[in-house]
């Protein structure tokens, strides 16, 4: 697990940050909980990259445990899904909150990546994008 | 509460402590009658407003600071970098709304996530003037101003 690493643990007193690194299906899962902001995108950031830096990776960010994300955590998870599919890999997002889903829709990149309602879901969009 | 009122805010340049002026401004909204949406609209573009000035990185940054001005009608924000000059310095120059009219002042953010930004908080109130410095070292300070109306009683 990688933990975000900020002050009493908190940003700013608002939910800290921590990602879990697991597997779904054979595919890497990142699942972050808590705030993304300015603060502890880094720690989001730094989980994705250590996925991606072997080489192609297909995998799924699991945004049901975040409870807030703003521009910054998006510019992180678009850059890793262009470094991802750069390599012939993928980010695949599961995400049912209306606020998250929100920024995506107010950005347009709700029209770039594969939003999953479900791991399963997000695992046979995958598993599509694989056989294709 | 009363109709009309101000709430001032000062912190270090810390990403840090951008979550509080997020939970402040979050609490603030509340009193003032924002449901839900209108609460989590505020406290989100307050933070992409900090998150701009605070990447429009100046060495001679002391502080940011958020005034929330509330009157009947609506409730203004401004979010601003606070030099240690403070007096000093120039008016900042004006961000074209939608894009980023940033020309390399801004030292960690790019053009996209200021567009990003932007985007954002024009998304999320009434109106959202950004202005950040043309070139770094002339003494302008970084701002940005938000406006949204308040519920109808």
Redesign the interface.
Known sequence: MVSADTQGGASGGSQPLTVRLDEVDGYPLVVPVGEIDIASVGVLQQALDQLLEPGPTRLVLDLEGVQYLDSTGLGAITASRGRAREEGGDVVVVCTRARILRLFAITGLDRVFSICASRDEAVAALAAGEAS | MTNDGEVQLSLPPQ?????????TLAGLASRLGYDYDGV?DL??AV??A??LV??AGHDAVLALGVVARWSAGELELTVRQHLRDGGAHRAPVAVPAGGSGNNGAVDDAGD??IA??V??ME??VDEAVVHLPQTSGTGEYAEVRLRKARPSR
């Open positions: 990403p840090e402590l951008v979550g509080v002026a997020r939970l989590e406290r989100t933070a992409e900090l998150n605070l990447q996209d996530d990003v930004a985007m954002v998304a999320l």
